[in-house]
């Protein structure tokens, strides 16, 4: 059954003798949440290249809901190439078919679309979106995602008196196919920067009159809480508001101890929510990003909107806010060893955030990650141990559920913790041990910034430290207070240390977010693997899967689509949408497993022949 598209009701509710048992249920209800993305090539928007919309938006539209909530996004896809977007920092517990990457999904191929159904579960905060393949992120169709707390829970803030999301990122001015035409040159992959900041896809206030800018209103003596991601492919930047002071409240789904701040740090693909109290005169005030690691007296690359008054008259004036000196590591790093989780306050759950905490665990594995660049056959490339991820035909999640990963990749073929002694191209898959806390310690050898993320987990970031790190670095480590998020910064020269508890079962993409460095091979993927088929364990393959590489010759069977209710039945007595769900997925699944078993009949034949 499927409720028309963008209806955002509850599923009717079994009315029971206790009205206060009814109260309790519908506090803790999750709403399924129904949407259409037509996602373009728009020549409209901007008029010196094109860019990619959703829904004839860039950046796309806001996805917010609520912790628990289910989306269905059904993703049309109407440009000219494969398309995928994925989830940044969503953890799709148990159910890595949904992460919208090429290790998971077969991509959506122009004119047709698929339905991607996910969970905000026991999730709090501010991500974004983006699309996954072929460099696209640097074309557009990214956005904000917003998950509120239940009603249950309090928030460790006063109610604000509104929010703003605000995506910030570096952008070229050619079209990405362009800049991704010639990421075959060394000149390109590892020198070329991007052109200029934009704020929720608008250019600076400083530019071109012709131009829109970025501009929030608000009233005097009311505090706003401004969600900020960083949406770009290359640059770190520093955000700050003229005259105007910001709370630190919350990263990725982490409350955080409030900070102060005159200015805030972001890095590629993370995000933050700040409160900004309007305590100055009736005016407009400069709101600025400028990047980090990069010339700071060059302001035609800065992101410049505007903070407006509702009661002004005044533009801004006066010089744009200063801020820290680009190139001051010091300054960032001691910056992001106060950023501390709040250890008392609930986030999706009601119990205290320093419930879970990590002083006190055992390690199962260490892997020591080390970034750099190499010329292989002739191509540049970036590399993770000396190996640049080569993506198969056939994504490995496929692989792993239908062949047992037989004939696409070769688990822990290479090694975790040490550079490997060729530098190749190749399908990295390292085993994660389920249930087990695993140290991630990023080593950055290239020359600017660098930024992590992995995949259906939150990273506890425990430290940052300069040169080569050793186990003596451990005494250094917070493990104390280390905030939760899922991406985190490595500087230059140095590493970061994080540790993260593998519970949750799937095959998870650890790459960079720097997009050239992704694009060309830094990443790889974290096989968590946990034997019970009990599907509380893991949800088996959706009943829509699509199938490429290896299945490519099997089509799946065409869906048969129901035409949407007027009224809407009640669930039967005892079933839910997630047992519904797997029934209807079971026919479907029943064929794959038969292709599959033909493939490694038809494999094992043509061994003796």
């Not at 703003?164 to 196919?177: A, E, M, Q, T, V």
């Not at 995000?271 to 005016?283: E, G, I, K, M, R």
């Not at 410049?304 to 008054?309: E, N, Q, S, T």
């Not at 300069?466 to 991406?487: F, I």
Request: hydrophobic share 40%.
């Amino acid at each position: 059954m499927a409720w028309p598209s963008g209806d955002r009701r509850r599923p009717p509710w079994l009315i029971g003798p206790a009205t206060l048992l009814m109260f309790l249920v519908l506090a803790v209800s999750a709403e399924d949440i129904f949407l259409d993305w037509h996602v373009t090539l728009d020549t409209n928007i901007k008029p010196d290249q094109p860019v990619i919309a959703i829904n004839g938006l860039f950046p796309g539209p806001l996805l917010n809901g609520t912790t628990n909530d289910v989306f269905h996004v059904n993703v049309f896809n109407e440009m000219d190439e494969p398309l995928l977007i994925t989830w940044n920092g969503i953890q799709q517990r148990l159910n890595s078919w949904q992460d919208g990457v090429s290790g998971t999904n077969c991509p959506i191929l122009p004119g047709e679309n698929w339905s991607y159904m996910f969970q905000f579960k026991d999730q709090i905060g501010t991500f974004s979106y983006f699309p996954s393949l072929n460099f696209q992120k640097a074309g557009g169709a990214f956005g904000p995602i917003r998950i509120n707390n239940r009603p249950v829970i309090q928030v460790p803030f006063p109610k604000p008196e509104a929010e703003f999301d605000l995506l910030i990122g570096d952008w070229y001015d050619r079209s990405f196919k362009d800049v991704r035409s010639m990421m075959s040159t060394n000149l390109m992959a590892y020198n070329s920067t991007p052109d200029k900041i934009l704020m929720n896809g608008k250019a600076a206030y400083s530019a071109l009159p012709t131009e829109a800018h970025e501009s929030f209103t608000v009233a005097k003596g009311k505090t706003y809480r401004i969600r900020i991601s960083n949406v770009g492919t290359a640059w770190s930047f520093n955000f700050r508001i003229q005259k105007h002071k910001m709370v630190l409240v919350e990263t990725e789904g982490s409350y955080t101890n409030q900070i102060t701040l005159d200015s805030l740090d972001v890095h590629v693909g993370q995000s933050y929510s700040v409160l900004v109290t309007a305590d100055q005169n009736a005016s407009d005030y400069y709101m600025v990003a400028s990047p980090k690691m990069f010339n700071a007296s060059d302001v035609t690359r800065f992101g410049i909107g505007v903070l407006h008054y509702d009661k002004s008259t005044t533009p801004p004036n006066g010089s744009l806010p200063s801020g820290p000196d680009p190139f001051n590591r010091k300054f960032s790093i001691h910056q992001a060893r106060s950023i501390r989780w709040n250890l008392t306050t609930g986030a999706a759950r009601p119990n205290p955030q320093g419930t879970f905490n990590v002083h006190n665990v055992t390690l199962s594995q260490t892997f020591i990650l080390r970034a750099s660049t190499a010329e292989i056959n002739g191509l540049p490339q970036f590399t993770v141990n000396n190996v640049s991820y080569l993506a198969p035909d056939t994504p490995l999640k496929l692989a792993d559920q239908f062949l047992n990963g037989s004939g696409v990749y070769k688990l822990d073929e290479f090694s975790t913790n040490s550079s490997n002694f060729k530098t190749v191209r190749g399908v990295f898959v390292a085993s994660g041990k389920h249930k087990g806390w695993i140290e991630l310690v990023f080593h950055n050898d290239l020359e600017g910034m660098d930024a992590w993320h992995l995949d259906g987990f939150g990273f506890y970031v425990v430290g940052f430290g300069t040169g080569k790190w050793s186990q003596k670095s451990r005494s250094k480590y917070n493990l104390h207070d280390p905030v939760v998020r899922s991406t985190v910064q490595v500087y230059p020269g140095g590493w970061t240390a994080v540790y993260a508890y593998l519970d949750n079962p799937g095959m998870w993409n650890l790459r960079s977010q720097h997009l050239k460095n992704w694009y060309l091979g830094e990443e790889l993927y974290l096989r968590v693997y946990d034997a019970d088929p009990n599907p509380a364990k893991e949800k088996p393959a959706p009943n829509n899967l699509l199938l490429c590489g290896e299945f490519a010759p099997f089509a799946p069977p065409t869906p048969v689509v129901p035409p949407p209710p007027l009224q809407p039945s009640p669930p039967a007595p005892g079933a839910s949408s997630a047992q519904s769900f797997q029934i209807a997925a079971g026919f479907h699944i029943a064929i794959i497993c038969i292709v599959a078993t033909f493939f490694q009949i038809s494999r094992s034949s043509s061994h003796f022949l």
